[in-house]
């Protein structure tokens, strides 16, 4: 059989592991897809590459594409979103420096409890705290936005952008307090000794969106058929993943020098959420703190769509409602139903719904009966309600 | 009369930086400083209020530029923006090519130009030298193998180097191979026989 050759940007992140499965393990191969897996510096290259026709997709920070939509990036052809490709996976890290502090002022360092860990880190700091996230655009600057505000910072926070790789360094010159960054670049700055970490991603929102699978939009609307393929061989990927007994292989495959480059005891941390949070090698076990497939970890809803733009358009001085609207057109959930319904992917009875209202699992009407959602609560109580009106 | 346009180039490597300098002379007269060293990148872009800062597409401190890009207002200043919004495809061979530019909002683009063309034919000029280089390497790769590969043959089988050489172009040409891979396959197992 000929294969169909596709280039596919990542960047060398944990969750990046769909492409790498997909492409190491033959689920791409399965369907008729050569995968040649172009490794990025920079998101921004992730993004230019992709608009240039350079790559035929991308693994992208979910708000990205939304940005684009915004009109906060250059000028490029149309990206759609067509799943997500992870949940979660993000850490919030603190200085040793902040670290000792809360330690004398008997903080527990729990791990879960966003709520009591806000608190303390507000006096602890006096509110002033400058934090490192790795794009404008990304879930981590949504966590850190919410968090912060709900826990008693105001004007005393800057959140600034610094590449993965180098938030280690960073912190270790003092350019930024604190951060939130996807692994393994969190447990590597514990690694060093630079950081503690304070918080899971899902300890302040339970279902943060992290990465997605991103291409032109003409590509995704002209080239069906090869845009289904690659979809169903990513989602079998994650379905992959999400076997527990598979993690450590996992970690094993991203570690490689191809990848990630690190040793995989430091990149499973990340997959099995057993994490040690502070240089001194305290073990916190943080269960679900990544998903690739389990509870429709994959279907782009709508009104998350809403939800990132919302929040962005009030953070650059846009209109609100119309960056909703042009948010929710490029997540795909047309496509979604349409070249995952074959590989037996269960689908939503809606594309859209209220978000933060679910603390536990919860089951839902879909095409097979009724599946269940993850929980999607943010740590305050906080609920969103897309424009349902389409 | 318009003032002299400044340039920032971000570029660790410093023989790059000087010929990327040396394109941008020929094309104008501009003020231009190179940053080798990007820690605290933003704090010194915002020091020195370039019209326009070049940068490897690839370099992970692009997304730095990014955030001054989106949270400058177009009155200040340092106000970066990308490349020059109504020329796709200029934008589209500056990508090709492995080179951004962040550009002031306003920049009259008959400014611009000039500037990112110069950019442009440098950069490509060191994809094509970094291509060069990784043909020259694998290239000196296989000569090594056959090397080897002959010199099994030759022992193995009594035979002279250019009888071996012979033999393995002949495999080669049967299997529909290339003769680096057939001296491949047989470096390989001959390393598992002895």
């Given at each position: 059989?000929?294969?169909?050759?596709?280039?596919?940007?990542y960047?060398p992140?944990?969750?990046?592991a769909?492409?790498?499965?997909?492409?190491?393990?033959?689920?791409?191969?399965e369907?008729?897809?050569?995968?040649?897996?172009?490794?990025?510096?920079?998101?921004?290259?992730?993004?230019?590459?992709?608009?240039?026709?350079?790559?035929?997709?991308?693994?992208?920070?979910?708000?990205?594409?939304?940005?684009?939509?915004l009109?906060?990036?250059?000028a490029?052809p149309?990206?759609?979103l067509v799943?997500?490709l992870?949940?979660?996976?993000?850490?919030?890290?603190?200085?040793?420096?902040?670290?000792?502090?809360?330690?004398?002022?008997?903080?527990?360092?729990?791990?879960?409890?966003?709520?009591?860990?806000?608190?303390?880190l507000?006096?602890?700091?006096?509110?002033?705290?400058?934090?490192?996230?790795?794009?404008?655009?990304?879930?981590?600057?949504?966590?850190?936005?919410?968090?912060?505000?709900?826990?008693g910072?105001?004007?005393?926070?800057?959140?600034?952008?610094v590449?993965?790789?180098?938030?280690?360094?960073?912190?270790?010159?003092?350019?930024?307090?604190?951060?939130?960054?996807?692994?393994?670049?969190?447990?590597?700055?514990?690694?060093?000794?630079?950081?503690?970490?304070?918080?899971?991603?899902?300890?302040?929102?339970?279902?943060?969106?992290?990465k997605?699978?991103?291409?032109?939009?003409s590509?995704?609307?002209d080239?069906p058929?090869?845009?289904?393929?690659?979809?169903?061989?990513?989602w079998?990927?994650?379905?992959?993943?999400?076997?527990?007994?598979?993690?450590?292989?996992?970690?094993?495959?991203?570690?490689?020098?191809?990848?990630?480059?690190?040793?995989?005891?430091?990149?499973?941390?990340?997959?099995?959420?057993?994490?040690?949070?502070?240089?001194?090698?305290?073990?916190?076990?943080?269960?679900?703190?990544?998903?690739?497939?389990?509870?429709?970890?994959?279907?782009?809803w709508?009104?998350?769509?809403?939800?990132?733009?919302?929040?962005?358009?009030?953070?650059?001085?846009?209109?609100?409602?119309?960056?909703?609207?042009?948010?929710m057109a490029?997540?795909?959930?047309?496509?979604?139903?349409?070249?995952?319904?074959?590989?037996?992917?269960?689908?939503?009875?809606?594309?859209?719904?209220?978000?933060?209202?679910?603390?536990?699992?919860?089951?839902?009407?879909?095409?097979?009966?009724?599946?269940?959602?993850?929980?999607?609560?943010?740590f305050?109580?906080?609920?969103f309600?897309?424009?349902?009106?389409? | 009369?318009?003032k002299?346009l400044?340039?920032?180039?971000?570029?660790?490597?410093?023989?790059r930086?000087?010929?990327?300098?040396?394109?941008?002379?020929?094309?104008?007269d501009?003020?231009?400083?190179?940053?080798?060293?990007?820690?605290?990148?933003?704090?010194?872009?915002?020091e020195?209020r370039?019209?326009?800062?070049?940068?490897?597409?690839a370099?992970?401190?692009?997304?730095?530029?990014?955030?001054?890009?989106v949270?400058?207002?177009?009155t200040?200043?340092?106000?970066?923006?990308?490349v020059?919004?109504?020329?796709?495809?200029?934008?589209?061979?500056?990508?090709?090519?492995?080179?951004?530019?962040?550009?002031?909002?306003?920049?009259?683009?008959?400014?611009?130009?000039?500037?990112?063309?110069?950019?442009?034919?440098?950069?490509?000029?060191?994809?094509?030298?970094?291509?060069?280089?990784?043909?020259?390497?694998?290239?000196?790769?296989?000569?090594?193998i056959?090397?080897?590969?002959?010199?099994?043959?030759?022992?193995?089988?009594?035979?002279?180097?250019?009888?071996?050489?012979a033999?393995?172009?002949?495999?080669?040409?049967?299997?529909?191979?290339?003769?680096?891979?057939?001296?491949?396959?047989?470096?390989?197992?001959?390393?598992?026989?002895?």
């Open positions: 059989m000929n294969l169909v050759r596709l280039r596919l940007g960047v992140l944990t969750d990046a769909p492409l790498i499965v997909a492409h190491e393990l033959g689920f791409a191969a369907e008729g897809l050569e995968l040649d897996l172009v490794r990025v510096g920079a998101w921004a290259q992730s993004r230019d590459l992709l608009g240039a026709g350079v790559i035929d997709a991308a693994h992208m920070l979910v708000p990205m594409p939304i940005a684009q939509r009109g906060l990036g250059p490029l149309e990206f759609d799943m997500f992870s949940v979660g996976g993000q850490a919030v890290a603190v200085s040793e420096a902040i670290a000792e502090k809360l330690r004398n002022n008997g903080f527990a360092f729990d791990f879960a409890d966003a709520h009591s860990a806000g608190l303390a507000c006096a602890a700091t006096g509110g002033r705290l400058r934090v490192g996230v790795p794009f404008p655009f990304s879930t981590q600057a949504e966590l850190v936005w919410h968090w912060l505000g709900a826990s910072f105001a004007d005393g926070v800057e959140v600034v952008t590449p993965p790789p180098m938030m280690a360094d960073a912190m270790e010159a003092g350019e930024v307090d604190a951060f939130c960054v996807g692994e393994p670049w969190a447990s590597f700055a514990v690694e060093r000794g630079i950081a503690s970490l304070l918080l899971p991603g899902r300890a302040i929102w339970a279902s943060p969106p992290e997605g699978l991103v291409l032109r939009k590509m995704a609307e080239q058929e090869v845009t289904g393929r690659l979809m169903r061989a990513v079998r990927a994650g379905r992959w993943l999400d076997v527990a007994e598979n993690r450590g292989t996992a970690a094993e495959i991203l570690s490689q020098g191809a990848y990630l480059n690190l040793s995989s005891e430091l990149t499973e941390r990340g997959l099995t959420g057993r994490m040690l949070v502070s240089p001194a090698g305290e073990l916190r076990v943080a269960p679900d703190f990544i998903a690739f497939h389990s509870g429709a970890a994959t279907f782009p709508k009104s998350l769509a809403a939800l990132i733009a919302r929040r962005i358009a009030l953070r650059h001085g846009l209109p609100v409602d119309p960056a909703m609207r042009q948010a490029c997540f795909r959930t047309d496509l979604y139903r349409q070249h995952l319904r074959q590989a037996g992917a269960d689908l939503p009875g809606a594309s859209a719904k209220v978000e933060g209202t679910l603390t536990h699992p919860h089951a839902v009407a879909s095409e097979h009966g009724r599946m269940i959602l993850r929980p999607d609560a943010f305050d109580g906080h609920m309600e897309p424009p349902f009106d389409r | 009369m318009d002299r400044s340039i920032i180039v971000v570029e660790r490597d410093h023989e930086a000087i010929r990327i300098v040396d394109g941008l002379r020929e094309a104008g501009y003020h231009i400083q190179v940053i080798a060293d990007e820690s605290g990148l933003a704090r010194r872009i915002a020195h370039p019209d326009i800062v070049l940068i490897d597409l370099n992970p401190s692009r997304d730095i530029l990014e955030a001054i890009a949270a400058s207002g177009p200040e200043r340092p106000v970066a923006m990308f020059d919004r109504s020329d796709e495809q200029l934008t589209r061979a500056a990508i090709e090519a492995g080179v951004s530019a962040y550009v002031v909002d306003g920049l009259r683009p008959e400014r611009i130009k000039p500037v990112l063309d110069a950019a442009i034919a440098r950069f490509h000029m060191f994809q094509r030298m970094r291509a060069e280089l990784a043909a020259t390497k694998a290239a000196l790769e296989e000569r090594k056959i090397d080897r590969a002959k010199a099994i043959l030759m022992k193995a089988r009594g035979i002279d180097e250019e009888a071996a050489y033999l393995l172009r002949k495999t080669a040409m049967d299997q529909g191979k290339r003769v680096a891979d057939i001296a491949q396959q047989l470096v390989l197992a001959a390393g598992l026989l002895t």
